[in-house]
């Protein structure tokens, strides 16, 4: 993996845990439906059937898989997976161990080797989805938000043989009215705004495996020599699109994803020694 | 203010329109006009006149000079963020032209149709009259009750990730031609 994706990654875990962490609901006793296509006698997978708008798991969005306290965020050096954040019932109620089940917090389920029969799961969940690409965010619902880095340089010292790196991003914001696209754009760039985040180097890879459970290899550790990423010139711009703008006529416009949109535009820098 | 400074402000306000006006222009046919559908009755390089205008009012309005013997400043404001939709409040005594470039240049997510005032009945689509954009969903579903052609292609700048730097330029070539042309006419003088 590249300096890049590794920034790009960092940006997104800070973004995620230390910025929108206010933005973490919680959805109570959602019953678990068995999948019996995808089970085996030994793997058996309950998805959890949810009707919250935007769905939780929705692209971007997913199961909170470290324990946050809104507000606080996470606690870089030590993150383990969650022990708060995802309760099992039974179908009288009680409580499964965390032990007896895996969750697949990208799609939201719940995976036992037989022992258990969970009925449902109460979990805390990503409101704002946090999606790569400009094209994934028709695959979510609003709200979205898209960090990019569009470009960068690499500037020597004029003494020694050190490097600035500064890269330009941008986060684009899509909301579903206009209050929550202020919240969301304030709460983005007072996030970054004079602010740093550790350059983590992924040396496992990230926290959560290709099947959606949590990376129990992933290892907290900085890139050695390099500084955090520190942000400067943010800048907010609410951007909203001409063509929107319908003239008086016997027609309504839908609920539509680029009603409500806003932009944070900034620089993310680092030092790297020689 | 000394004469030499009088002079180095109306060169300024000479040169800095047409300069970055030539500029823009030149990212315009760069990275807009090759996605543009040439057979859109809207296609964005049939607003280039337009565009090129609105750009060189505005940067002229909106030129800033501050020339001190203590230092100088110059802010330039670059086009009408109201009427290109790049603030809060659109002005709505915006163009059809104007329009378009502002929804190009901020990019949009998802498939439009873009509707004019006159696309009725076949007719030849217009290039003004207050054009607008309705999700291709809605379009296909509503094309039928108000005679619009329901096989209306989508809008080719539908899903389009917008340009959003296209008002960042390098300055430099300015500051060297008006330092220059400065030196110039002091010589001359």
Redesign the interface.
């Known amino acids: 993996m590249k300096k890049l994706r590794k920034e790009d990654l960092s940006l997104h875990h800070c973004i995620r845990f230390n910025i929108l962490d206010e933005y973490i609901e919680t959805d109570y006793n959602v019953p678990l439906q068995y999948l019996p296509d995808i089970s085996t006698p030994t793997s058996m997978v309950y998805q959890a059937v949810s009707t919250r708008l935007p769905s939780p798991t929705s692209l971007g969005r997913g199961w909170v898989y470290l324990d946050v306290v809104p507000g606080s965020g996470i606690i870089y050096e030590s993150m383990p997976e969650q022990q708060n954040m995802v309760v099992v019932y039974d179908s009288l109620g009680g409580v499964i161990s965390g032990s007896e089940y895996m969750v697949d917090y990208v799609d939201g389920r719940v995976i036992t080797s037989g022992t258990v029969s969970p009925a449902a799961v109460t979990y805390r969940y990503f409101y704002v989805a946090l999606c790569n690409d400009w094209e994934d965010v028709i695959a979510s619902d609003v709200p979205v938000v898209v960090p990019a880095l569009e470009s960068f340089s690499k500037e020597g010292f004029q003494l020694g043989g050190g490097r600035l790196v500064p890269r330009r991003g941008r986060l684009y914001i899509f909301a579903s009215n206009q209050a929550e696209r202020d919240d969301l754009a304030e709460l983005l760039y007072d996030g970054i705004n004079q602010r740093c985040c550790p350059n983590q180097n992924w040396t496992h890879g990230s926290m959560l495996d290709w099947d959606g459970t949590f990376n129990h290899n992933y290892l907290y550790e900085v890139i050695q020599y390099h500084s955090q990423l520190q942000f400067e010139n943010v800048n907010y711009r609410m951007i909203t699109i001409p063509l929107m703008s319908i003239p008086t006529r016997d027609m309504t416009m839908l609920s539509d994803l680029n009603r409500y949109r806003a932009r944070v535009d900034f620089t993310m820098f680092h030092w790297e020694e020689g | 203010m000394s004469r030499s400074l009088r002079l180095l402000e109306k060169l300024i306000r000479e040169e800095a329109p047409k300069f970055i006006t030539d500029r823009l222009m030149q990212k315009f046919e760069d990275e807009i006009v090759p996605f543009e559908d040439d057979n859109d009755p809207a296609k964005p390089s049939l607003c280039k006149d337009e565009f090129r205008t609105f750009l060189e009012e505005t940067i002229s309005e909106n030129l800033n000079v501050t020339i001190t013997t203590g230092g100088s400043e110059v802010k330039i404001g670059i086009g009408d963020a109201n009427?290109?939709?790049?603030?809060?409040?659109?002005n709505?005594n915006?163009t059809d032209c104007?329009?378009?470039i502002?929804?190009i240049l901020?990019?949009?997510?998802?498939s439009y149709v873009?509707v004019t005032?006159d696309m009725t009945e076949g007719d030849p689509e217009g290039r003004f009259g207050?054009?607008?954009?309705?999700?291709e969903?809605?379009y296909r579903l509503?094309a039928p009750s108000?005679g619009w052609d329901p096989n209306k292609p989508i809008w080719k700048f539908s899903?389009f990730?917008g340009v959003?730097?296209f008002f960042e330029i390098d300055l430099n070539p300015f500051i060297e031609s008006v330092t220059k042309k400065f030196g110039e006419a002091l010589t001359a003088r």
């Not at chain 2, 009427?83 to 659109?90: M, P, T």
């Not at chain 2, 207050?130 to 999700?135: E, G, I, N, P, T």
Request: hydrophobic share 40%.
């Open positions: 009427k290109l939709g790049l603030s809060a409040e659109l709505e915006t104007i329009k378009i502002g929804t901020s990019g949009i997510v998802g873009l005032i207050r054009a607008f954009l309705v999700a969903k809605q509503e108000k899903n990730p959003p730097d």
